[in-house]
T-cell receptor, first 113, second 109 residues
Framework: KAGVTQTPRYLIKTRGQQVTLSCSPI?????VSWYQQTPGQGLQFLFE???????NKGNFPGRFSGRQFSNSRSEMNVSTLELGDSALYLC????????????FGQGTRLTVV | TQLLEQSPQFLSIQEGENLTVYCNSS?????LQWYRQEPGEGPVLLVT?????EVKKLKRLTFQFGDARKDSSLHITAAQPGDTGLYLC?????????FGAGTTVTVRA
């Protein structure tokens, strides 16, 4: 069974640009969550989707957005990039979210210069 | 401010020694998950505990969930260099995981 796939693995962008990251969950999993990991703040929750509906959102500015497609694949977008957006962005998939186990992808390392 | 407090922050031990990592919170969680993460990779799920007072054993790793479902501990017996990594606890509520800051464990050969 394939794991969670995130693309791309690495990305370098310039301040002010926008970026889209992709996540394909484990087959059969309908919940996808996104997290930002930085050395200073650790892992911070961005948002969670289930059956194309956002059920929860973390405390991030509106520049961070996401969506989920009917096949459960998800994308997150960051507009008007800032240096502080440099981080490892992680996607987690689970059967239904909530108490069910969450499995993470390898992440996308975003560097903003 | 982390919702979950992990201690210690760093732990360096000799191969064969035992270690315990603690995860505490003032919040009650529906479940608690432990992960191990290596540099540049995503966290790998070790265990999920759901019931207060639950104890789970995974080979040399023992996980305990507090009776009130607010705290947890991870105990490793006879640690090996392959146990080296960042250990993270995460509490689940409202369709999200709240993570502790992590404990960096180094096992010296």
């Amino acid at each position: 069974k394939a794991g969670v796939t995130q693309t791309p693995r690495y990305l370098i962008k310039t301040r002010g640009q926008q970026v889209t990251l992709s996540c394909s969950p484990i087959s059969g999993h309908r919940s996808v969550s996104w997290y930002q990991q930085t050395p200073g703040q650790g892992l911070q929750f961005l948002f969670e989707y289930f059956s194309e509906t956002q059920r929860n959102k973390g405390n991030f500015p509106g520049r961070f957005s996401g969506r989920q497609f009917s096949n459960s694949r998800s994308e997150m977008n960051v507009s008007t990039l800032e240096l502080g957006d440099s981080a490892l962005y992680l996607c987690a998939s689970s059967l239904a979210g909530g108490v069910t186990e969450a499995f993470f992808g390898q992440g996308t390392r975003l560097t903003v210069v | 401010t982390q919702l979950l407090e992990q201690s210690p922050q760093f732990l360096s031990i000799q191969e064969g020694e035992n270690l315990t990592v603690y995860c505490n919170s003032s919040s009650v969680f529906s479940s608690l998950q432990w992960y191990r993460q290596e540099p540049g990779e995503g966290p790998v799920l070790l265990v999920t505990v759901v019931t207060g007072g639950e104890v789970k054993k995974l080979k040399r790793l023992t996980f305990q969930f507090g009776d009130a479902r607010k705290d947890s501990s991870l105990h490793i017996t006879a640690a090996q260099p392959g146990d080296t990594g960042l250990y993270l606890c995460a509490g689940a509520n409202d369709y999200k995981l709240s993570f502790g800051a992590g404990t960096t464990v180094t096992v010296r050969a």
